[in-house]
């Protein structure tokens, strides 16, 4: 166990739709980083957050946006969902605003 | 960005078997990291190796940096290590963006 709390761990969806990924990371971890994994692209970085503030940003399509709370905790949003957006969703966290990331367990994301 | 190359793709092993993976990258790197993703999907910590050698029971891992590169050592391999390894790596600077290789699949046979 990571630390590194996902829910949900399964999600089905339809075409057009939106859907809330939430993460908690490790006691004590203030940065908060989310990743995507397909078949065809691997895992791919989507966004960090630092302390409640975006810090990187990376391969995030304009309709998926993230948010880290005061508590720490973190949302990502995917709305206008389509068939592509179907992956696995990592977050992850780590102590400082680099070094050694843990990973959730991930969101199964299927949309049909 | 970084790119992170990993090598062989695919390995079979019989048990007990030793293996070595490998990852190299197009630019000095900080923060490598080894991950394992086992076949229920989950990413698993191995190793958090900018520089050096460590070694966690029958794994081990070296990472080079002036030569770009990294190597995962499994000895007396089991079942239980099959699975996807991924190494991970930035280029350093201001945004902290790790990139991930597309993973060595290792499956051990009993």
């Known amino acids: 166990d990571s630390g590194v709390t996902q829910t949900p761990k399964h999600l089905i969806t339809a075409t057009g739709q939106r859907v809330t990924l939430r993460c908690s990371p490790r006691?004590?971890?203030?940065?908060v980083y989310w990743y995507q994994q397909s078949l065809d692209q691997g895992l791919q970085f989507l966004i960090q957050y630092y302390n409640g503030e975006e810090r990187a940003k990376g391969n995030i399509l304009e309709r998926f946006s993230a948010q880290q709370f005061p508590d720490l905790h973190s949302e990502l949003n995917l709305s206008s969902l389509e068939l592509g957006d179907s992956a696995l969703y990592f977050c992850?966290?780590?102590?400082?605003?680099?070094?050694?990331?843990?990973f959730g367990e991930g969101s199964r994301l299927t949309v049909l | 960005g970084i790119q992170v190359e990993q090598s062989p793709p695919d390995l079979i092993l019989q048990e007990g078997a030793n293996s070595t993976l490998r990852c190299n990258f197009s630019d000095s790197v900080n923060n490598l990291q080894w991950f394992h993703q086992n076949p229920w999907g989950q990413l698993i910590n191995l190793f958090y190796?900018?520089?050096g050698t460590k070694q966690n029971g029958r794994l081990s891992a070296t990472t080079v940096a002036t030569e770009r590169y990294s190597l995962l050592y499994i000895s007396s391999s089991q079942t239980t290590d099959s699975g996807v390894y991924f190494c991970?790596?930035?280029?350093?600077?201001?945004?902290?963006?790790?990139?991930f290789g597309k993973g060595t699949l290792l499956t051990v046979n009993p």
């Open positions: 006691s004590g971890d203030l940065s």
């Open positions: 992850a966290s780590s102590v400082g605003s680099a070094g050694e990331l843990f």
């Open positions: 991970a790596g930035d280029s350093g600077g201001s945004n902290y963006k790790l990139t």
């Open positions: 190796i900018p520089s």
